[in-house]
């Protein structure tokens, strides 16, 4: 049936009502919090909706890259934090390509999973004899685990079609409804082992192989949310890549390429003010220079607010915008230069040790989550893995800073050790509810995403979320905030 013609001209008179409202001014200037992925991709993004008119300020503490980083050992830089991106990590896979970076070539390597006294795992060089040992050792639960995970990972996918058409999402709740439904919002609520049992996944395998990824991961047990480990299994299933050079290289470039000016100073907190009726923030900062502060129409902070990682005081605003609740996982990551103690793993001749990546169960006395024979972020073609008994560069990831004994029992000796301790990661078995991403009319967080998930992947999906939020609600496009059915409408709108 024909709809009537007057239900057919309201749209176009509401568009035309609306004319003026999208023709508003872009905002004078935007400040961004934070120059890690999160800062530097919203700056991208917003760039790319407001047009390069806008002032962009992007305050860092530290260094550009956040948890992006290398360390050099032996002349070679190496990365020391996030290091690995999914295949199908399409915003990475575009700053790549915009940027004019490489993939870094891939260099095979076996993994296998310890126990603290042997192998319950290990790869061999045989596809076929591998999915034979998964499935003599665990059924049809390696089956039933990539069904799941390829489901999630469908459904995540829609948001890249969402966002080519230009629609934002107010709230992680409304992100996750619009691409799972509630079984997505469920997902953050309930553990990967509750979910994967539930699919028939058999408990044995959730020990051994399950636990072993998510601690080499997030460094934490099978408790963690089912979407969280739903992206971290799929990280670890599929084939991943980095970055020639560096992912960090990712960050200073699209920075560079926004011509977007980075201030060195710590933001100390924000206040509210207004200007002929219209919100004004005021950043407070502290640099080398000493305490200033500077006035912007909007404002995106993209690191974590909670009370452990930062020191942000909100003025003005009411309601209070306080810390949310919440902790960090602290983690260690040692970088060490040296002999693999083969005999450890079982292996009293190093010449056999065949493994590159070492994962582990969930055992008491175990003192590290998880060890990689690790490759420079530059590989030349002639580049090939050391041999098993030749001195070379292995990530250790653990709880606490190893010892010299435990050094000393994962090493036969060493040249060198480089210790990190971070707040990686949400605890997420402490997450209760979701944090919000709009803080006040134009003052947006972008780092809540970290409780959904915490990669780079989901740092760039949450960075043009809140790019297409600040632009939609800048120009009160409704329409294209928080809408349902939208696998209907982009399967019609061209
Ligand atoms: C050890 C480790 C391994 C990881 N492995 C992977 C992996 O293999 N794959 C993957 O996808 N992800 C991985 N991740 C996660 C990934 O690195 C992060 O999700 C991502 O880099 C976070 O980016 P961000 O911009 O949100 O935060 P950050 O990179 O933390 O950036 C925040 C920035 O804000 C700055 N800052 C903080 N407070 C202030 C302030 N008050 N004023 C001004 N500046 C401030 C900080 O200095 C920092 O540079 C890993 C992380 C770690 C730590
Ligand atoms: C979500 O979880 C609740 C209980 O925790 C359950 O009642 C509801 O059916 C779940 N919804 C979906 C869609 O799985
Ligand atoms: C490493 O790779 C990056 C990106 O391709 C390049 O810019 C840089 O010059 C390389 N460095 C070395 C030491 O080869
Ligand atoms: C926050 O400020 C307090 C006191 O000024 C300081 O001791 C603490 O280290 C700061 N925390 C962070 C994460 O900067
Ligand atoms: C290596 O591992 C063996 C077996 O666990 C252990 O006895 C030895 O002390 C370790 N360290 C060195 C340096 O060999």
């Known amino acids: 049936m024909a709809p009537p013609p007057a239900a057919l001209l309201l749209p176009a008179l509401a568009a035309l009502l609306a004319a003026p ?84 070539r891939e260099v095979a390597g076996k993994s296998a999973i310890f126990s603290g006294e042997h192998f319950v795992l290990e790869e061999t060089d045989w596809y076929l004899l591998n999915l034979f040992r998964l499935w003599w050792h ?62 028939g996944v058999t408990q044995r395998f959730v020990d051994d192989v399950i636990a072993a990824v998510l601690r080499s991961s997030y460094g934490q047990s099978v408790l963690v949310p089912a979407f969280a480990g739903a992206m971290s299994l799929a990280g670890a299933q599929g084939s991943t890549w980095a970055v020639e050079g560096g992912n960090k290289l990712v960050c200073s470039g699209l920075l560079k390429l926004t011509k977007a000016k980075v201030i060195a100073a710590r933001v100390t907190g924000v206040s509210l003010h207004s200007s002929e009726g219209r919100a004004l923030y005021q950043v407070h900062y502290e640099g080398s220079e000493g305490q200033g502060s500077a006035f912007y129409d909007m404002v995106v902070v993209t690191t974590p607010l909670h009370p452990s990682r930062s020191n942000f005081t909100f003025k003005n605003f009411e309601p209070p915008i306080t810390d949310f609740p919440g902790a960090f996982q602290p983690s260690v990551t040692s970088v060490v230069h040296g002999y693999l103690n083969s005999s450890y793993f079982g292996f009293p001749d190093p010449k056999l040790f065949p493994f590159a990546s070492i994962l582990t169960t969930d055992t008491p006395d175990l003192f590290f989550n998880a060890m990689d024979n690790i490759c420079p972020v530059n590989i030349s073609a002639a580049f090939r893995r050391k041999q098993p008994q030749e001195a070379a560069v292995w990530r250790v990831l653990s709880q606490q800073p190893l010892d010299k004994q435990q050094l000393k029992t994962l090493f036969r000796s060493y040249y060198s050790v480089q210790v990190t301790e971070w707040q990686t990661y949400p605890r997420y078995d402490a997450a209760k509810s979701l944090p919000p991403i709009v803080l006040h009319e134009n003052l947006f967080y972008l780092s809540s995403v970290e409780w959904v998930a915490s990669s780079m992947e989901m740092i760039a999906v949450a960075a043009k979320n809140v790019a297409l939020l600040a632009y939609n609600r800048w120009h009160q496009d409704l329409e294209k905030i928080d809408q349902k059915d939208l696998m209907h409408k982009v399967k019609t709108e061209l």
Request: glycine share 8%; hydrophobic share 45%.
């Open 138 to 199: 665990y059924g049809i639960s390696f089956l039933r685990l990539q069904m799941w995970v390829e489901e999630v990972m469908e459904k995540f996918m829609r948001i890249y079609k969402y966002q080519a058409h230009g629609y934002a999402f107010s709230s992680l709740e409304e992100l996750l409804r619009s691409l799972g439904g509630d079984a997505f919002i469920n997902m953050t609520q309930r553990s990967v082992a509750e979910s994967l049992l539930e699919v």
């Open 21 to 104: 409202a999208a023709a508003r001014a872009p905002p004078r200037s935007i400040a961004v919090v934070g120059a890690g992925l999160g800062g530097s991709a919203v700056a991208y993004f917003l760039q790319q909706h407001f047009g390069p008119q806008v002032q962009l300020d992007v305050y860092e503490a530290a260094a550009v890259g956040g948890r992006l980083a290398t360390l050099t050992v032996n002349k070679q830089q190496y990365e020391s934090r996030g290091a690995s991106i999914h295949a199908l990590s399409l915003h990475m896979q575009d700053f790549v390509k915009i940027l004019g970076l490489k993939h870094r």
